[in-house]
């Protein structure tokens, strides 16, 4: 066994010859005494030197004093860092030892076995002095025990059993009910889905979810940009287990899209359109199937790709009189009168409306059916001719691309707005 002086040890001892008079000690003193170098001054260090010599200087605090001569005592701290080292050394070599003495023991217990393998983790000690094999173990006879003893103690195995029984029970009941809860809010799931499916609707997986079902409600022949966005998530809520379409963070809320005439000097409101609710039934009343939630996804999704077809096709009629201010687009009428459309949430569009009409002092009354069959008749026309677009796109596409070139061809431009300004330029507007 090695000894405590025998054990390499990262330590390294105080260095014994302690020069004061060091470049290094110097400055670490300096730092210690004054702090930073940027402290020390030369007129400071002149005004200390004067009064000390002329007596009047009074120390405070020992570290106000600027003696290189005093030694804080360098001897003490190597005699606590040997003292320290050395205690360090004794707890290790009595942790070697004692492990030792256990690998020891366990190898001359084991030795009656299996000799050879127990030979090898021996020390050379214990080979020297203890003859292999004499220290043996074995499994003692268990205690008597009494008649009332083994009935308390089959009372007690009973009890346990039963316990256990009573708690795989519960459990199974537990995971039966919750098995029938989940193909409850399953079955519910795919009767949605196959109700979808039935209506006509594309149903197919997400691309980047592969184990969920989504359906596609966009055009085919939109904008790059809306085309991507025309497919939703059909998920199941947690709750009820009834499919619920997640159409993601970009979409935001179902928006559509406004046309109003108002006076042109005075912005006096005369007509608004009427908005296209597909989520209101037969009866009257609102609904909330899953189908009402894909006609208003897909509604707005449109009414989107309207809105910003119409800003891209505004910007090159100028000369017309269109004008863009801002996210509203300003179509002239004969007389003083304008046409403006924009873009605006469904659930604030009624009453965007309404407080515009009481605004300007105008009662539902007082509006003039003929300009709001106008205002509704421009909303409609424009989703019509998105329609025909989307058709032109698609014969396009049927027909042999042209030659490939260096240049990428730039996207056309729909023809919205100018069949609409035609018309009304050449029956005024009525």
């Known amino acids: 066994m090695s000894t405590a002086d025998d054990l390499p040890l990262p330590l390294r001892v105080w260095p014994k010859e302690f020069s004061t008079d060091s470049l290094s000690y110097l400055i670490s003193r300096i730092n210690d005494q004054r702090g930073s170098f940027r402290n020390v001054t030369e007129e400071d260090l002149e005004e200390e030197i004067r009064a000390i010599k002329a007596g009047e200087a009074e120390s405070k605090d020992d570290t106000q004093t600027f003696d290189l001569d005093d030694d804080p005592e360098p001897r003490s701290i190597r005699e606590e860092i040997a003292m320290v080292r050395e205690n360090i050394v004794k707890e290790v070599a009595t942790a070697q030892a004692e492990s030792a003495y256990a690998l020891d ?31 043996g173990a074995e499994v003692g006879a268990s205690p008597q025990r009494s008649d009332s003893d083994k009935r308390d103690s089959d009372l007690v195995i009973t009890g346990w059993k039963i316990q256990s029984l009573f708690g795989s029970a519960d459990g199974l009941l537990e995971a039966a009910t919750r098995l029938e809860t989940e193909m409850e809010k399953e079955t519910k799931y795919w009767e949605g889905v196959l109700a979808v499916k039935g209506r006509g609707w594309s149903v197919c997986r997400l691309p980047r979810e592969r184990h969920t079902l989504g359906v596609r409600y966009g055009f085919s022949e939109a904008a790059p940009t809306f085309r991507d966005r025309g497919l939703a998530a059909l998920r199941s809520d947690p709750v009820t287990g009834c499919i619920d379409l997640d159409t993601g963070t970009l979409s935001g809320s179902p928006s559509t899209i406004r046309v109003r005439i108002q006076q042109r000097k005075t912005g006096k409101l005369i007509a608004v359109s009427v908005a296209l609710d597909d989520s209101v039934d037969e009866n009257g009343e609102e609904s909330q199937s899953i189908e009402a939630a894909i006609l208003a996804a897909r509604n707005s999704l449109y009414d989107e790709e309207l809105h910003h077809e119409l800003h891209r096709e505004a910007r090159t009629m100028l000369n017309r009189g269109v004008k863009c201010k801002s996210e509203v687009i300003v179509l002239p009428l004969k007389g003083d009168r304008e046409v403006l459309i924009d873009l605006v949430p469904t659930t604030d569009f009624t009453a965007d409306v309404k407080n515009t009409d009481i605004a300007n002092g105008v009662g539902r009354d007082e509006v003039d059916a003929t300009d709001v069959k106008l205002a509704t008749t421009i909303a409609l026309s424009a989703r019509m001719l998105l329609s025909r677009a989307h058709r032109q796109n698609l014969e396009r596409r049927a027909k042999p691309p042209p030659p490939l070139t260096e240049k990428k061809l730039p996207r056309h431009i729909y023809s919205i707005l100018r069949p609409i300004l035609t018309e009304l330029e050449s029956h005024g507007g009525k």
């Open 105 to 135: 023991f366990v190898s001359l217990l084991l030795s009656a076995h299996s000799p050879r393998q127990a030979e090898i983790s021996m020390s050379p000690f214990l080979k020297q002095n203890v003859p292999m094999g004499s220290l």
